[in-house]
């Protein structure tokens, strides 16, 4: 997006009920461009730098949410009317991937109509598309499936962001889902037996300690089925896909399903039987197909975790090993310990164990803590894993420590050391960001108070009256 023309007007020089209008017509007088007054409109930039949407000009600057102090950005381009919304667009199924785009439309129109605007401007052509809501976290969310409602309906407003994407919307009561291959389980596609050999060696290699790079999930395309199908359905379904034809898969039992979040496996669907309805899957939700080599139809309390063991004064850890951990008897810190203590046959008093959180870089140790005594219904609170602070749920990573022959009771790695650096260097960014912001309105407010009076005090009484 071009920068704007713009033209710095401190909103204390307008009373709070003028009209933006008024604030419109000043700037253009001062650029000497009244004779385009219909084709530039006033905006604001958020604290990102982005330009927010037009501000309606019949509006006053109280209604418009504009503060005292604030800067105004005099745009190429019409504001919207009164029945007209202004909306971002991009194309593509990720968001922050492709330029946004605006548009001012109706707000009577349908979503169908507003889709063949999008695609028109954008210079795209059929009818296999559809349009996504991006959500608060600039994510796509489901796609918006009523194409015959007006946008007003389903209440849409100016500033919301829309994903128009590739492939047509299911029918009624259908659900389209893209599913991925897990890591680390490639398709086979004929190799050569020399790539076999160089593959087969870097196995052996991750036997004796030397880590590879995270592997990456691979899109195997999607799959439309309806909501009343069962999971062992979707399974049976998603085999036909033709980059899982090479799979050779048994039964539906060989298979487990994740849900992704973010691009992680956080959940995995459990019950062959249960209706797709009742896994709460919406239309767009990512899944992710991992091959396994035995059967398996996981209950209700089983968690499935991903076990590292670490590599004795190092700083690294070896390959993970899935651990099925059932959980009905008890979630707590203490059969944790025991469970993995049994698996590596070592005593209980000779490991440590700790949660990695990916999303922060760090490592909080698994211990048994003292129950805690609500004050006001004095009752103990149960330990349990699965709350708060440790959330602990499918793929979750647990690093173990054997103190037999690891003094080393840190967890944390190079990598985690960099991650943090990056992080802290981010929030730095951020924090100056906003800084320097403030800095500027703090200066424009002790300017605007050096020109106004300031208003005479007033005595405040309050009266609390006795309700019995």
């Keep these: 997006m071009l920068l704007p023309q713009i033209c710095h007007f401190s909103i204390v020089n307008f009373l709070p009920f003028k009209l933006l209008s008024e604030v419109k017509l000043k700037a253009m007088e001062e650029l000497q461009l009244q004779d385009q007054l219909s084709e530039y409109s006033l905006r604001q930039v958020d604290r990102n730098g982005k330009l927010l949407p037009p501000a309606r000009e019949n509006m006053s600057i109280r209604q418009a949410g504009v503060k005292l102090t604030s800067t105004l950005f005099l745009c190429?381009?019409?504001?919207?009317?009164?029945?007209?919304l202004f909306l971002f667009y991009t194309v593509g199924a990720d968001p922050p991937s492709g330029p946004e785009m605006e548009?001012?439309?109706e707000e009577t129109i349908t979503v169908k109509?507003?889709?063949?605007?999008?695609?028109?401007?954008s210079g795209l052509e059929g009818e296999c598309w559809h349009l996504r809501k991006v959500d608060w976290c600039y994510e796509a969310g489901d796609a918006i499936t009523e194409e015959e409602a007006t946008l007003a309906k389903l209440k849409i407003s100016s500033g919301d962001t829309l994903v128009v994407t590739e492939g047509r919307l299911p029918p009624k009561?259908?659900?389209?889902?893209?599913?991925w291959l897990y890591p680390g389980q490639g398709v086979c596609t004929g190799q050569p037996e020399s790539e076999i050999n160089h593959i087969a060696e870097g196995v052996a290699e991750l036997c004796v300690g030397i880590l590879a790079v995270d592997a990456e999930l691979q899109f195997v395309g999607d799959v439309e089925i309806s909501g009343e199908a069962s999971l062992e359905d979707l399974k049976t379904q998603v085999m036909t896909l033709p980059n899982l034809q090479d799979l050779s898969v048994p039964s539906a039992e060989y298979l487990r399903f994740w849900v992704l979040e973010g691009k992680r496996p956080t959940k995995i669907l459990r019950g062959n039987q249960l209706h797709i309805n009742k896994l709460k899957l919406g239309s767009g939700t990512e899944i992710c197909v991992q091959h396994l080599l035995k059967e398996e139809n996981l209950g209700p309390k089983e968690l499935v975790l991903r076990v590292k063991m670490g590599v004795p004064q190092e700083r690294l850890y070896y390959p993970e090993v899935e651990l099925v951990w059932d959980t009905a008897k008890e979630c707590t810190a203490r059969a944790l310990r025991q469970t993995i203590a049994s698996h590596y046959c070592l005593p209980l008093d000779k490991i440590e164990v700790a949660k990695y959180f990916p999303d922060k870089y760090e490592w909080m140790a698994v211990s048994s803590w003292s129950q805690q005594i609500s004050k006001r219904k004095k009752?103990?609170?149960?330990?349990?894993?699965?709350?708060?602070?440790?959330?602990?749920?499918?793929?979750d990573i647990i690093g173990v420590k054997n103190l037999l022959i690891d003094s080393n009771?840190?967890?944390?790695?190079?990598?985690?050391?960099?991650?943090?650096?990056?992080?802290?260097?981010?929030a730095e960014k951020k924090k100056k960001s906003?800084?320097?912001?403030?800095?500027?309105?703090?200066?424009?407010?002790?300017?605007?108070?050096?020109r106004n009076s300031r208003r005479p005090e007033l005595s405040l009484s309050i009266s609390v009256r006795e309700f019995r």
């Design 76 to 84: 190429h381009g019409s504001a919207p009317g009164a029945t007209q």
């Design 173 to 179: 009561g259908f659900l389209r889902l893209p599913v």
């Design 379 to 395: 009752k103990k609170k149960n330990e349990n894993l699965q709350g708060a602070p440790f959330h602990l749920k499918d793929g």
């Design 434 to 450: 906003s800084a320097n912001l403030q800095n500027s309105e703090s200066g424009q407010e002790k300017r605007a108070l050096g």
């Design 103 to 105: 548009i001012i439309v």
């Design 409 to 426: 009771r840190n967890f944390s790695t190079a990598k985690d050391d960099l991650g943090k650096q990056q992080l802290r260097q981010e």
């Design 113 to 121: 109509e507003c889709l063949k605007l999008m695609l028109k401007m």
